[in-house]
Each structure stands twice: as C-alpha cells, then as structure tokens.
C-alpha cells in the first residue's frame, strides 16, 4: 500500500515562504509522477503542481505559476513544494499524492494513497 506523509506546514506571514515536504512509502517514487494538491476551507480538492519522474518536467496551476516550484529527491523517496510570495488565498491544506496517469496535461492522483495533509495558513 502506497503511503504518504507531508509535513513543513504552519503560520506564514503575506509575502513570505514556506517548504513542504513529502515522504513516500511503500512504493519507491522512481517510476511514479508525483503531484500536489491543496484544499482550502469550504472548498474542494485542487491540482497545485506536477512533476514527472525526473523532475524536470513540470506544470503548474495558474495561480501559483511563478511563486511555487515542485522538485524530487528519488533516492530519499521524497517530493517537495517550495513556495514563496505567499498570498491569503494560498491557505489551505496541502497534500501530495502519486499520479496514476495524465488526462489532458493535469495528474489524476491516487484517490487510495491521500495522506493527512499538512495546513499552511498565509496571515496580512
């Protein structure tokens, strides 16, 4: 069983950054793209970013194109989000998932490896 672990989240002031981190477990993420999504309060689930197996291969929602960068360590089994001038509207709570394959460009995740995700809270 796929598993996921995210953690990095917290208070952060408008303007400033913060890294998340992702540990995966069970299967090694070498051959897998590997996706964010985030859920705000009240909201459903959305795609934040995707990498392909490399890391090389990115894409990225338009509202946070330019301010957030997705990046992949395999050999540590780890996938991270930097993101940095960080808006009120960035709060939500952030998870990383497998992608079981692309449909038009965006990740369908692993709707049985969603992990508890970790809150990030942006403060004026």
């Known amino acids: 069983q796929a598993q996921v672990v995210e953690s990095g989240g917290g208070l952060v002031q408008e303007g400033g950054s913060r890294r998340l981190s992702c540990v995966a477990s069970?299967?090694?993420?070498?051959?897998?793209?590997m996706t964010w999504f985030r859920q705000a309060p009240g909201k459903g689930r959305e795609f934040v970013a995707v990498?392909?197996?490399?890391?090389?291969?990115?894409n990225y929602a338009d509202s946070v194109k330019g301010r957030f960068t997705i990046s992949r360590d395999n050999a540590k089994n780890m996938v991270y989000l930097q993101m940095n001038n960080l808006k009120p509207e960035d709060t939500a709570v952030y998870y990383c998932n497998y992608v079981l394959r692309m449909v038009d460009g965006y990740p369908e995740p692993d709707p049985d490896s969603w992990g508890q995700g970790t809150p990030v809270t942006v403060s004026l």
């Open positions: 069970g299967h090694t993420i070498n051959s897998w793209y």
């Open positions: 990498a392909d197996t490399s890391g090389r291969g990115t």
